[in-house]
Protein backbone atom coordinates (compact mmCIF):
# COMPACT_ATOMS: atom_id res chain seq x y z
CA UNK A 1 0.00 0.00 0.00
CA UNK A 2 1.45 3.72 -0.80
CA UNK A 3 2.65 5.36 2.32
CA UNK A 4 2.05 8.70 0.97
CA UNK A 5 0.69 10.73 -1.80
CA UNK A 6 3.48 10.81 -3.88
CA UNK A 7 3.52 6.58 -3.91
CA UNK A 8 0.16 6.83 -4.99
CA UNK A 9 0.85 9.06 -7.66
CA UNK A 10 4.00 7.49 -8.90
CA UNK A 11 1.51 3.62 -8.39
CA UNK A 12 -0.96 5.59 -10.60
CA UNK A 13 1.47 6.76 -13.10
CA UNK A 14 3.49 3.16 -13.47
CA UNK A 15 0.12 1.46 -14.20
CA UNK A 16 -0.77 4.05 -16.94
CA UNK A 17 2.92 3.11 -18.18
CA UNK A 18 2.04 -0.11 -18.42
CA UNK A 19 -1.14 0.40 -19.98
CA UNK A 20 0.18 2.51 -22.77
CA UNK A 21 2.69 -0.94 -23.40
CA UNK A 22 -0.15 -2.72 -23.49
CA UNK A 23 -2.04 -0.31 -26.03
CA UNK A 24 1.00 -0.05 -28.03
CA UNK A 25 1.65 -3.52 -28.66
CA UNK A 26 -1.79 -3.93 -29.69
CA UNK A 27 -2.12 -1.16 -32.02
CA UNK A 28 1.44 -2.38 -33.97
CA UNK A 29 -0.36 -6.13 -33.92
CA UNK A 30 -2.83 -4.29 -35.86
CA UNK A 31 -0.96 -2.66 -38.17
CA UNK A 32 0.52 -5.73 -38.82
CA UNK A 33 -2.57 -7.87 -39.78
CA UNK A 34 -3.50 -4.63 -41.58
CA UNK A 35 -0.66 -5.20 -43.57
CA UNK A 36 -1.01 -8.57 -44.02
CA UNK A 37 -4.65 -8.78 -44.94
CA UNK A 38 -3.71 -6.20 -47.91
CA UNK A 39 -0.85 -8.19 -49.32
CA UNK A 40 -3.57 -11.35 -49.18
CA UNK A 41 -5.30 -9.16 -51.34
CA UNK A 42 -3.24 -7.92 -53.39
CA UNK A 43 -2.39 -11.32 -54.19
CA UNK A 44 -5.98 -12.31 -54.54
CA UNK A 45 -6.61 -9.55 -56.87
CA UNK A 46 -3.32 -9.83 -59.08
CA UNK A 47 -4.24 -13.38 -59.58
CA UNK A 48 -8.05 -13.03 -60.58
CA UNK A 49 -6.62 -10.36 -62.85
CA UNK A 50 -4.08 -12.67 -64.53
CA UNK A 51 -6.55 -15.07 -65.00
CA UNK A 52 -9.54 -13.38 -67.01
CA UNK A 53 -7.05 -11.14 -68.72
CA UNK A 54 -5.61 -14.82 -69.83
CA UNK A 55 -8.84 -15.72 -70.56
CA UNK A 56 -9.68 -12.68 -72.66
CA UNK A 57 -12.11 -11.62 -70.59
CA UNK A 58 -14.41 -8.40 -71.30
CA UNK A 59 -12.22 -5.14 -70.34
CA UNK A 60 -15.82 -4.26 -68.21
CA UNK A 61 -14.23 -7.25 -65.59
CA UNK A 62 -11.06 -6.66 -65.83
CA UNK A 63 -12.27 -3.07 -64.99
CA UNK A 64 -14.25 -3.81 -62.18
CA UNK A 65 -11.74 -5.77 -60.84
CA UNK A 66 -9.32 -2.31 -60.76
CA UNK A 67 -12.06 -0.63 -59.38
CA UNK A 68 -12.25 -3.03 -56.45
CA UNK A 69 -8.23 -2.85 -56.19
CA UNK A 70 -9.05 1.07 -55.82
CA UNK A 71 -11.77 0.39 -52.99
CA UNK A 72 -9.57 -1.37 -51.45
CA UNK A 73 -6.42 0.41 -51.11
CA UNK A 74 -7.91 3.03 -50.57
CA UNK A 75 -10.01 1.51 -47.56
CA UNK A 76 -7.03 -0.18 -45.49
CA UNK A 77 -4.88 3.01 -46.19
CA UNK A 78 -7.57 4.99 -44.16
CA UNK A 79 -7.05 1.86 -41.54
CA UNK A 80 -3.17 2.21 -41.54
CA UNK A 81 -3.65 6.18 -40.85
CA UNK A 82 -5.91 5.79 -37.82
CA UNK A 83 -3.96 2.95 -36.19
CA UNK A 84 -0.80 4.95 -36.87
CA UNK A 85 -2.86 7.64 -34.87
CA UNK A 86 -3.24 5.33 -31.78
CA UNK A 87 0.10 4.38 -31.78
CA UNK A 88 1.64 7.64 -32.40
CA UNK A 89 -0.83 8.89 -29.48
CA UNK A 90 0.89 6.00 -26.98
CA UNK A 91 4.43 6.96 -27.97
CA UNK A 92 3.55 10.60 -26.91
CA UNK A 93 1.73 9.79 -23.62
CA UNK A 94 4.47 7.32 -22.85
CA UNK A 95 7.18 9.21 -23.45
CA UNK A 96 5.38 12.01 -21.10
CA UNK A 97 4.95 9.60 -18.34
CA UNK A 98 8.73 8.14 -18.64
CA UNK A 99 9.54 12.08 -18.11
CA UNK A 100 7.35 12.03 -14.51
CA UNK A 101 8.62 8.90 -13.88
CA UNK A 102 12.24 10.13 -14.37
CA UNK A 103 13.70 6.84 -16.52
CA UNK A 104 14.79 7.00 -20.12
CA UNK A 105 12.90 4.63 -21.84
CA UNK A 106 12.20 3.35 -25.13
CA UNK A 107 8.54 5.54 -25.59
CA UNK A 108 11.04 8.55 -25.34
CA UNK A 109 13.34 7.53 -28.18
CA UNK A 110 10.84 6.43 -30.19
CA UNK A 111 8.76 9.91 -29.85
CA UNK A 112 11.93 11.75 -30.50
CA UNK A 113 12.42 9.56 -33.63
CA UNK A 114 9.30 10.20 -35.10
CA UNK A 115 9.90 13.75 -34.44
CA UNK A 116 13.03 13.74 -36.54
CA UNK A 117 11.75 11.99 -39.59
CA UNK A 118 8.59 14.50 -39.57
CA UNK A 119 11.02 17.43 -39.74
CA UNK A 120 14.27 15.93 -41.62
CA UNK A 121 12.58 14.14 -44.33
CA UNK A 122 14.17 11.30 -43.27
CA UNK A 123 12.50 7.42 -44.15
CA UNK A 124 10.74 5.79 -41.60
CA UNK A 125 8.42 2.76 -41.58
CA UNK A 126 5.42 4.61 -42.16
CA UNK A 127 6.53 6.62 -44.85
CA UNK A 128 7.13 3.52 -46.68
CA UNK A 129 3.92 1.88 -46.04
CA UNK A 130 2.23 5.32 -47.08
CA UNK A 131 4.25 5.12 -50.36
CA UNK A 132 3.01 0.98 -50.61
CA UNK A 133 -0.73 2.33 -50.15
CA UNK A 134 -0.65 5.19 -52.95
CA UNK A 135 1.27 3.43 -55.58
CA UNK A 136 -1.26 1.03 -55.50
CA UNK A 137 -4.08 3.50 -55.75
CA UNK A 138 -2.00 5.45 -58.65
CA UNK A 139 -1.48 1.80 -60.28
CA UNK A 140 -5.38 1.01 -59.94
CA UNK A 141 -6.11 4.35 -61.27
CA UNK A 142 -3.42 4.23 -64.12
CA UNK A 143 -4.90 0.71 -65.01
CA UNK A 144 -8.74 1.79 -64.72
CA UNK A 145 -7.47 4.66 -67.05
CA UNK A 146 -5.93 2.50 -69.71
CA UNK A 147 -8.83 0.21 -69.93
CA UNK A 148 -11.49 3.24 -69.89
CA UNK A 149 -9.23 4.24 -73.16
CA UNK A 150 -9.22 0.76 -74.74
CA UNK A 151 -13.09 0.58 -74.21
CA UNK A 152 -13.46 3.95 -75.98
CA UNK A 153 -11.67 2.74 -78.83
CA UNK A 154 -13.07 -0.64 -79.38
CA UNK A 155 -16.35 0.94 -79.54
Known amino acids: MPKNKKDETNLSLKDAYEEIG ?3 RFFLNWRNALVAGYLVSLGAIGKTFLELWNKGSQLIFLAL ?3 FLLVISIFFYQLEVRNR ?3 HFCTRRGSALEKE ?6 YSK ?3 SSKESTNSGKYFHS ?3 DWFFKLWIVISLSVLIIIGVFFCISR
Open 127 to 129: TTI
Open 22 to 24: RSY
Open 85 to 87: DLY
Open 101 to 106: LGIEGI
Open 110 to 112: LDE
Open 65 to 67: LCL
